[in-house]
């Protein structure tokens, strides 16, 4: 399983508008699930924007990409913008093969 950390940024009289998960390791189908749900589980109340850095991600599947599509799905219920960060050449290469990027810029996704 990744492991992650959760900072938070907020703008003045807004509390958390921005949250920051920092996944890191291996991202595969074994732990995509587990994965999906620590992301939906930072989908706070009144969260403007979900930033996902994968800067530490050391591998990123097909598989492992579930995770970021249920976030994204859960985001967009909650009105919640996501965004990936630092994601290097090889997961930018697997997330634009299998249609993320296509996706997150895809409102109705």
Do not use: W
Not at 16 to 29: N, Q
Not at 45 to 50: Q, T
Not at 61 to 87: K, Y
Not at 94 to 103: H, V
């Amino acid at each position: 399983m990744p492991r992650f950390r959760l900072r938070r940024r907020s703008e003045p009289r807004q509390e958390h508008a921005h949250t920051c998960v920092r996944l890191r390791g291996e991202i595969s189908g074994e732990n995509a699930a587990s994965t999906g749900r620590l992301l939906i589980n930072a989908l706070t109340p009144g969260l403007e924007v979900l930033e996902v850095d994968l800067g530490r991600v050391t591998y990123l599947s097909p598989d492992g990409c579930m995770a970021l599509f249920s976030a994204l799905v859960a985001a967009r219920e909650r009105d919640t913008r996501l965004i990936v960060t630092h994601a290097d050449k090889r997961a930018t290469a697997t997330l634009d093969r299998i249609g993320f990027f296509r996706a997150l810029a895809d409102p109705e996704g």
